[in-house]
């Protein structure tokens, strides 16, 4: 008697990552529509509002770029991490504190000129992502303890932390009593390129292509490709693993970070608990899209962008029920990314084997 089991290919499949995530979207949406006529949703009218108010306009891929912005540097902080074997699941709260960071800039210097105000706090931003990464960072290099533990932990003091200061020191006196940070100054706000599409687009491609130069160019990275591959190579060819992993915990946090600043300079007018919005999270699946390539991080996080616009557009304008639109959301993340295992695994039967005593 046979079994189904699951072989890796040898090499994976040729363009198999692209056609998978769109056997998956496909795959999604047939589901999708079972579940829209089981709860009595129109599928046509919500399949139609969820491409138009995602792609179908100018303004609408506004909203898809602003919202991919962060989601592509948050993924790329992880697929660093990742390089080295590292799961940093923790960037939720790295872009919290990045946050926090940069909103400490501008209320040290309110009347800094606009762009010097910005390079700043988006500066206090990748440093205050990169601290927050230090213990973490600190703790799996030394004494091996796991960075998804740590990490993870890290976000819901990063949670605390803002709410303390919402309530407490940095409460907005013209704020009528509501918990809300004092708005950051009116001047330290990025440009646009069109429409509503600001510059953090631009500062982000720049980002995940400077990492991707780097990681292929430079001694560190040809270093760090190593140790993420072997760590007893690397250790033969007296590479530290210590500093690596410690290098790598602190630029995974400091492009965390970075995505924060990028929110609240982009996006957002005020620091709170719901400026990082899940992008942290949802990271983890960009980059697990991506197959870890900061190469591909962009495309996967416009199109989970798309999917995350229409996805909320729908539950506003058509009144669908936020569990449905949000079981639309995971089915297409789903459906990719199970779709996306056969581009590197295909199914094999083989002969059960028999256990006699």
């Given at each position: 008697?046979?079994?189904?089991?699951?072989?890796?290919?040898?090499?994976?499949?040729?363009?198999?990552?692209?056609?998978?995530?769109?056997?998956?979207?496909?795959?999604?949406?047939?589901?999708?529509?079972?579940?829209?006529?089981?709860?009595?949703?129109?599928?046509?009218?919500?399949?139609?509002?969820?491409?138009?108010?995602?792609?179908?306009?100018?303004?609408?891929?506004?909203?898809?770029?602003?919202?991919?912005?962060?989601?592509?540097?948050?993924?790329?902080?992880?697929?660093?991490?990742?390089?080295?074997?590292?799961?940093?699941?923790?960037?939720?709260?790295?872009?919290?504190?990045?946050?926090?960071?940069?909103?400490?800039?501008?209320?040290?210097?309110?009347?800094?000129?606009?762009?010097?105000?910005?390079?700043?706090?988006?500066?206090?931003?990748?440093?205050?992502?990169?601290?927050?990464?230090?213990?973490?960072?600190?703790?799996?290099?030394?004494?091996?303890?796991?960075?998804?533990?740590?990490?993870?932990?890290?976000?819901?003091?990063?949670?605390?932390?803002?709410?303390?200061?919402?309530?407490?020191?940095?409460?907005?006196?013209?704020?009528?009593?509501?918990?809300?940070?004092?708005?950051?100054?009116?001047?330290?706000?990025?440009?646009?390129?069109?429409?509503?599409?600001?510059?953090?687009?631009?500062?982000?491609?720049?980002?995940?292509?400077?990492?991707?130069?780097?990681?292929?160019?430079?001694?560190?990275g040809y270093e760090l490709r190593i140790a993420g591959s072997s760590a007893k190579t690397a250790t033969y060819a007296g590479i530290s693993m210590r500093r690596k992993v410690l290098g790598v915990m602190l630029l995974s946090g400091a492009v965390a970070g970075f995505a924060g600043g990028i929110e609240l300079t982009g996006t957002?007018?005020?620091?709170?608990?719901?400026?990082?919005?899940?992008?942290?999270?949802?990271?983890?699946?960009?980059?697990?899209l991506a197959l870890m390539r900061p190469s591909g991080v962009p495309f996967v996080a416009l199109a989970f962008g798309a999917v995350q616009v229409g996805g909320q557009s729908i539950q506003t304008s058509l009144g669908v029920s936020p569990a449905v639109a949000t079981i639309l959301q995971a089915l297409i993340l789903f459906g990719?990314?199970?779709?996306?295992?056969?581009?590197?695994?295909?199914?094999?039967?083989?002969?059960?084997?028999?256990?006699?005593?």
């Open positions: 008697m046979k079994k189904l089991v699951l072989v890796r290919r040898d090499t994976p499949t040729r363009g198999g990552q692209p056609a998978a995530f769109l056997a998956g979207l496909v795959f999604a949406l047939l589901v999708g529509a079972l579940l829209l006529l089981v709860t009595g949703d129109p599928v046509f009218d919500v399949y139609q509002r969820m491409w138009e108010r995602s792609l179908g306009s100018t303004d609408t891929w506004s909203s898809t770029f602003n919202r991919a912005v962060p989601l592509a540097l948050a993924g790329l902080a992880v697929s660093i991490a990742a390089t080295m074997g590292l799961w940093n699941i923790g960037a939720e709260g790295q872009i919290l504190f990045g946050a926090t960071a940069a909103t400490l800039v501008g209320r040290l210097f309110p009347d800094a000129p606009g762009p010097v105000l910005i390079i700043l706090m988006l500066l206090a931003a990748a440093i205050g992502g990169a601290l927050w990464a230090l213990g973490p960072g600190l703790a799996r290099a030394e004494i091996g303890v796991s960075e998804i533990i740590t990490t993870l932990m890290l976000t819901e003091v990063a949670i605390r932390l803002i709410t303390y200061l919402e309530q407490g020191p940095w409460k907005d006196p013209d704020g009528f009593g509501f918990p809300n940070v004092t708005a950051r100054p009116e001047q330290a706000e990025l440009g646009d390129l069109w429409d509503r599409t600001h510059i953090g687009v631009l500062i982000a491609l720049a980002v995940i292509g400077g990492f991707g130069w780097f990681l292929n160019r430079s001694v560190w957002a007018v005020r620091l709170n608990t719901q400026i990082s919005n899940g992008y942290g999270f949802a990271g983890i699946i960009v980059a697990a990719a990314i199970g779709a996306a295992v056969f581009s590197n695994y295909r199914v094999q039967a083989v002969e059960r084997q028999v256990v006699t005593a």
